[in-house]
């Protein structure tokens, strides 16, 4: 039993302050705002304060923080991206993620677990090989491996995959990570409030102001507050806050959804993906299977569940998994993912002078956290794009300059 | 062992005539056809059914409803099997979930010993070390999970149905029947369904020894079973509330969609259990899991009970526990005056009634496996325990009644605004969305007669949206007394007084997290797991959010309810998979592939021959053989998974001139021309051949993985640009084979009488024509780089055709090639394949296609974007590169980088060895100012070596196309 604990049953209160305080009101200005109380904001809130020494920030959250996709998504941290500017960025976002629990002393479960993307294809066993050598010249763990070495880490997958899929190989991801995602928000959330930065919850963002193409103040549901500098960490409301300073972004919005199974004693290890068949699946330290497919195919602003989401993801998971026949699905959910066209992130500063965005995260913006928060608060300090996100500015697109990771994320989390 | 069967009770589940032998934990225990798997052990005196998750303390039965997830089994290769619900069944050998040691001695109880160093949220407080964490992991995911998987578990196929309806009631209690009556009178066609395994809900148990709740629940369920407008479906669970009335319905069997117009919610409501010390020992049971015990099941549900109440079921409850002749110690009313006639009468009985009291701590019995005694004391106005006045009442069950909350979830899927009524003390429907209604407790209403009516409103309600009769109103008269008491939580300095039993919470961790700062019921759910256990909150969210808002001094209506989401209960993996169809497509040729031995491959949903596998060969000797074939003599193909398709009409070449890049307007009938299409930023995304067949009609082909997207996408561009044009997709319609060597002309000459020579089908033309008497469209065409035939024939032809062809090549050795050998001869050709040789965002510019894009016509897609990247470098270019003819090492592979001075600054897209040079050539991506031809280049392999090679121009094979020469194919050799 950890020392740690030894205070709870020594103490008849609770010997805990609050992780985070709730301000009374808003001050009437600040010298940075963030808009969204996701991971991406509070850690970007977070950075802030504790490297750049800005402290008078407010963190501008609608519902409650953690509450997007933060609280979405299936928690799968890697770094085997396809791009040399991808690979780059996520990996030093690994980098910072193992740390984590450790720097914010709260236990994140932050699970090395390893991780399989498989191929059924000789076209994914190509992208794979695409992957691991542009992984390994960057020096991240990643290579391919045969169907025998698969089977090893997870005997009793069906490798045929009821004989129609066959696996042909996989891509594995040594690094390849799961976490307790509430627990990133709220690690964050508190680093922030330790050092000052004001979180406002429930407080909702109704116009931004800007004159002579810069930003000096926003509009809220609890006042108006001037501010030079606003940071738009908001994933699927992106094109909303957009509108309210008249940016535009080839952003599309597209659910995302996943579902949990029922806990069930440990017998998956590895994180495992599969492109073709559209699944991807991971079992929880309390035993639960959280398993995910890919993008609903149409846009929409929604986070309802559809049933054949779930039928579709149960049908590959038998293929995969047959004996889990008699395992129940508790619950399954949805978020907002705000795709780009070339699947990277738009980040950094914009044509508006003090408008930042943090923005296009799709269906891996959490793996993305640590680096965002540590770029963005950067960019956000200095009034310059991060270099680790210079190839990633909105700009890009009418510059024709697209980062091209299409390939490796459209369907591997 | 049956030591608490009742004598026969009227209306019993139980079949006495057919008693069931089971095993639960190793012994051996009698049951009835009937009863449920708790039903049947607590009747046999077993009271300890499972441990509970976190501290593995015994629980029992608490709901007997579905929701009692503390009492999961694992019944051979079933896990998580919901005792409470699921029937008994002739040699059922079960065992409690997550024990270490049997349910009776689980060693892991002794967990509950350092309960007080595990505070709510603990885990996140400790083993955050980074070095330490993986032990802790591995500790803490030994002790989680539940049931256990069983490998050699079969892939279970279900059957999926699907049906239709004018209205769907869920719950066919008394208000959904009286609601289902009402409309199906009216001419509609409906359904009921019901969890349970017989209709009729509360009114066969609810009863407070007034047997007219029975038989107006009877007569109700008579004219309901003699309907013919209304199927009833028991043991049938409404999954969720999907949009416009999409309804997944799970029974044993399968999972059956339901598209209902409208639907009635009529799902009752969960009872909630009040919050005191060891409130989740064995005996402390729901009353209405009482009642559902004795009426049921004919089981006695303890001999002395301490009855909990705060309202009118309480009472009712206890008139039905003395008339099965259990004595009742005392009853305890949170509440400080007699509110009904019942309560009166009992007091006149000399039942003992604690007015204003509550149960304070029950008393665990000295084996452990039940209870010995009730602690009980008064509270005060702000709901407190006087413990100061405490009294011990011996008994062996304690039942409560203290409150319900509303089984809304479909409701709030369906997009339900509801609203926290003060005085029901329950959120009940506000807004109700379109076609959505509600009745009977989860609308609450609770007392029976009142219940038959708000069905009936209800239902008229429903008719009217559907057209039937008139709305009318109908007065619901308001509860005489509250059913749900505020506040039915009491405090204790020794903790144990669970809110949630899926997850072992006890009323400390709720003020805890809140203080620290999880204030919003969102985040409370987060990090107390409140709620998130197997049971989805269903008897401890109300609890938990009551407790919310008194700490932060809100009503519940402002601290609010959590998102519903499916399921309502779980769902196995088997029902929601169905069949489990998987699709496949196989081209008209397949049989004749199989019977020549061919190795299928996978090619998007298609099965091609990847070659065809010869006794005692290699897979590469034998894709050897098959190139040589067509180099030398002459081989054949299906290429019937391209995309093929038909346009016509006035605006037929206006329209390609849009999608593709090329020039098509002037193509003279009987020609071909490569098609190109682009993305609108400019990238290459599919390529083809477009024939002109006639002046306003074209016939072109996609890729294999092109044709279902981009006819998707051509259709949306001629809906949007209404052009005088129609598209046809032929793809499954039409087959193809492609004829391709030295002797393809003089075999397919045997078969038809048109003139083959160049002069009148020359390259790159088209024909139509007859090959013994089947119409074909025949393209000279060269990927492969030999004289050959693209032939595109009606699908139910097809294997005519091939049969023909192969019989006529005969005696030119003619041979079937697959996709690999393909690929070969095309590579040895220079020809790129889309998605292999280009990726997400090649442009044509840099894949060497820009012979294939027409800039100056007057629009096409991907034009504009084209022109602003014609201004600027490329940043990487197709070349060819050969490797060494004596090269002996480990060839590259497809996707292997080119490295110069540790830079990436290439990629291999196809890379294969050239029978026909004798040496690895390849295709690839290079910095265009490292790719000029004649330069060396460094291919890095996965294990890190480098391989050396030169940059070369392409074609490999026959760049001059002598092949295309109908002088030269005559010839034996053709210089490379």
């Known amino acids: 039993m950890p020392f740690r604990l030894l205070k709870f049953a020594l103490s008849k209160d609770h010997p805990e302050p609050r992780m985070f305080r709730q301000p009374d009101r808003l001050k009437s200005s600040y010298d940075a705002v963030i808009i969204g109380g996701g991971g991406h904001g509070l850690a970007a809130a977070y950075y802030l304060a504790r490297d750049h020494d800005m402290k008078n920030i407010a963190v501008l959250e609608k519902g409650y923080i953690g509450g997007g996709n933060t609280g979405r998504n299936t928690t799968i941290i890697r770094s085997n991206y396809l791009t040399p500017e991808g690979v780059k960025f996520y990996d030093e976002s690994v980098r910072l993620w193992q740390d984590l629990s450790q720097d914010f002393d709260l236990n994140l479960f932050y699970s090395n677990r390893g991780h399989f993307t498989l191929a059924h294809t000789d076209a994914s066993l190509r992208t794979m090989r695409w992957r691991a050598e542009v992984n390994k010249h960057f020096g991240i763990d990643s290579e391919l491996v045969d169907p025998a070495e698969v089977q090893k880490a997870c005997p009793m997958m069906d490798m045929t995959c009821g004989g129609h899929a066959p696996i042909l190989g996989a891509l594995y991801h040594a690094p390849g990570s799961i976490a307790r995602h509430d627990a990133v928000a709220w690690g964050y959330g508190r680093g922030a409030d330790l050092r000052g930065v004001e979180i406002h919850q429930q407080t909702e963002v109704l116009g931004i102001q800007i004159e002579s193409d810069r930003v000096t103040g926003i509009e809220t549901s609890h006042g108006t507050i001037s501010t030079p500098r606003v940071l738009c960490a908001v994933a699927g409301s992106t094109p909303r806050i957009l509108d309210l300073v008249g940016l535009r972004s080839p952003i599309y919005i597209h659910p995302l959804q996943a579902m949990v199974s029922e806990p069930m004693k440990p017998w998956l290890d590895p994180i495992i993906v599969s492109g073709s068949l559209h699944v991807y699946v991971s079992q929880t330290a309390r035993g639960e299977l959280v398993m995910g497919a890919s993008l609903d195919p149409y846009e929409l602003h929604s986070t309802r569940s559809t049933l054949d989401f779930a039928e579709g993801l149960a049908a590959h998971m038998l293929e995969l998994f047959p004996f889990l026949s008699h395992v129940k699905v508790v619950r399954q959910w949805a978020g907002m993912a705000d795709m780009t066209p070339d699947f990277a992130p738009i980040m950094g500063k914009t044509s508006i002078e003090g408008f930042y965005l943090d923005s296009g995260w799709g269906t891996w913006g959490f793996k993305a956290t640590p680096v965002c928060g540590k770029t963005m608060a950067y960019t956000v300090a200095h009034d310059r794009n991060h270099d680790l996100i210079e190839d990633f500015s909105l700009s890009r697109f009418e510059n024709y300059e697209l980062v091209g990771e299409k390939g490796a994320a459209s369907v591997g989390h | ?976």
């Open chain 2, 1 to 976: 062992m049956n030591q608490r069967r009742l004598p026969p009770i009227s209306g019993e589940w139980i079949d006495r005539s057919r008693p069931i032998q089971f095993t639960f934990e190793g012994t051996r225990f009698t049951g009835y056809a009937g009863d449920t798997i708790a039903s049947a052990l607590w009747a046999s005196g077993q009271q300890i059914l499972g441990r509970s998750f976190k501290y593995h303390r015994p629980r029992g039965i608490l709901s007997l409803a579905n929701h009692d997830v503390n009492s999961l089994m694992q019944s051979g290769q079933r896990l998580n099997v919901r005792a409470d619900v699921t029937p008994l069944d002739d040699g059922m050998t079960l065992s409690a979930i997550n024990t270490f040691g049997g349910v009776m001695g689980d060693r892991a109880s002794a967990i509950e010993l350092f309960s007080p160093f595990l505070p709510v949220g603990f885990y996140y407080k400790a083993f955050n070390s980074k070095r330490l964490f993986p032990m802790w992991e591995r500790l803490i995911r030994n002790l989680t999970g539940l049931g256990q998987v069983d490998f050699s578990t079969p892939h279970i196929r279900t059957a999926k149905r699907y049906d239709f309806c004018d209205l769907l009631v869920v719950g066919a209690g008394v208000s959904g029947l009286s609601a289902a009556l009402s409309v199906a009178d009216l001419g509609a066609d409906v359904v009921i369904v019901d969890e349970n395994a017989k209709a009729g809900g509360s009114g066969h148990y609810q009863l407070g020894n007034e047997p007219f709740r029975v038989e107006k629940t009877n007569e109700l369920l008579n004219a309901i079973e003699n309907h013919p407008k209304i199927r009833l479906y028991t043991q049938t669970q409404a999954s969720g509330y999907y949009a416009d009335g999409w309804i997944p319905l799970l029974d044993h069997d399968r999972l059956t969609k339901m598209r209902a117009k409208a639907v009635i919610a009529a799902n009752g409501a969960y009872e909630q259990p009040a919050v005191f010390r060891n409130n989740d020992l064995p005996g402390v049971i729901l009353s209405s899991a009482v009642q559902r015990l004795i009426y049921r099941y004919a089981v006695k549900p303890m001999n002395r009970a301490v009855v909990l109440v705060a309202n009118a079921d309480g009472y009712r409850t206890v008139l039905d526990l003395i008339s099965n002749g259990v004595t009742i110690a005392a009853v305890v009313d949170l509440r400080d005056s007699l509110n009904s006639d019942v309560a009166r009468s009992l007091d006149q009985q000399n039942i003992p009634i604690f007015l204003g009291y509550c149960v304070y701590e029950a008393r665990a019995n000295p084996g452990r496996d039940g209870i010995s005694a009730a602690v009980i004391c008064p509270i005060d106005a702000n709901g407190n325990p006087q413990t100061g006045f405490k009294q011990t009442i011996a008994c062996d069950g304690i039942v409560m009644s203290v409150g319900w909350a509303p089984a809304a979830n479909l409701l709030y899927q369906a997009g339900t605004k509801m609203r926290f009524d003060k005085g029901l003390q329950q959120f009940v429907p506000d807004q109700l969305p379109s076609g959505v209604f509600a009745c009977g407790r989860v609308n609450g209403v609770f007392e029976f007669e009142q219940k038959l009516i708000d069905g009936r409103r209800s239902g008229l309600e429903a008719a009217a949206y559907l057209g039937l009769g008139e709305r009318i109103q109908v007065t619901i008269s308001p509860e005489r007394e509250s059913p749900s008491h505020p506040w039915a939580i009491v405090e204790h300095p020794k903790g144990k007084n669970f809110v949630d039993f899926d997850e072992d919470l006890q009323y400390k961790d709720f003020p805890n997290a809140v203080q620290e700062g999880f204030d919003n019921i969102e985040l409370l759910k987060r990090y107390t797991t409140v709620g998130m256990g197997a049971s989805q909150g269903k008897h401890s969210n109300m609890n938990a959010l009551r407790i919310l808002a008194r700490i932060t001094g809100k009503t519940p209506g402002e601290v609010g309810t959590t998102t519903s989401r499916p399921f309502f209960h779980p769902v196995p993996l088997s029902h929601l998979a169905g069949r489990g169809f998987t699709p496949e497509r196989r081209t008209p040729l397949h049989s004749r592939h199989a019977a020549l031995n061919a190795k299928f491959m996978l090619a998007g949903i298609w099965k091609r021959p990847e070659y065809y596998a010869q006794l005692g060969k290699t897979r590469d000797e034998c894709i050897a053989l098959e190139a040589q074939a067509v180099r030398h003599q002459v081989g054949i193909i299906d290429v019937g998974t391209l995309g093929k398709f038909e346009i016509r009409g006035a605006d037929a070449a206006e329209f390609l001139e849009r999608v593709y890049a090329g020039r098509y307007r002037n193509m003279k009938v009987g020609t071909t021309r490569y098609a190109l299409m682009l993305d609108e930023t400019g990238v290459t995304i599919d390529d083809g051949i477009i024939a002109r067949l006639g002046a306003e009609q074209f016939y072109f082909t996609t890729t294999t993985s092109g044709a279902t997207p981009i006819y998707r996408e051509l259709s949306r561009l001629n809906t949007m640009w209404q052009l005088d044009c129609g598209i046809v997709n032929l793809t499954g319609a039409r087959s193809a084979i492609n004829l391709a060597g030295r002797y393809a002309r003089d075999v397919l000459s045997k078969l038809t009488d048109l003139d083959l020579s160049s002069v009148a089908f020359p390259y790159l033309a088209v024909r139509e024509a007859r090959i013994q008497g089947i119409s074909v469209v025949l393209m000279r065409v060269g990927f492969v780089g030999e004289w050959g035939y693209e032939i595109h024939v009606a699908a139910e032809y097809a294997s005519a055709l091939w049969d023909l062809l192969l019989k006529a090549g005969l005696e030119y050795d003619i041979r079937p090639f697959g996709v690999e050998a393909q690929r070969l001869l095309r590579l040895e050709k220079g020809h790129l394949i889309i998605g292999q040789d280009t990726d997400g965002l090649t442009t044509p510019l840099e894949a060497g296609l820009k012979w294939a894009v027409k800039m100056d016509k007057p629009f096409f897609i991907g034009q504009r974007s084209l022109q602003v990247l014609a201004k600027r470098p490329i940043k990487q270019t197709l070349i060819g590169f050969m490797l060494d003819p004596n090269f002996q090492g480990t060839p590259p592979q497809e996707c292997h980088l080119m490295i110069a001075r540790d830079q990436i600054v290439g990629r291999v897209t196809s890379v294969a060895f050239s029978p026909s040079l004798s040496r690895h050539i390849g295709l690839a991506y290079m910095r265009p100012e490292l790719a000029e031809i004649g330069d060396p280049i460094s291919i890095r392999l996965s294990d890190g070596t480098i391989v050396s090679a030169i940059i070369t121009s392409t074609p490999f094979y026959d760049p001059d196309q002598l092949r295309q020469r109908e002088d030269v194919t005559q010839r034996e050799e053709v210089t490379v």
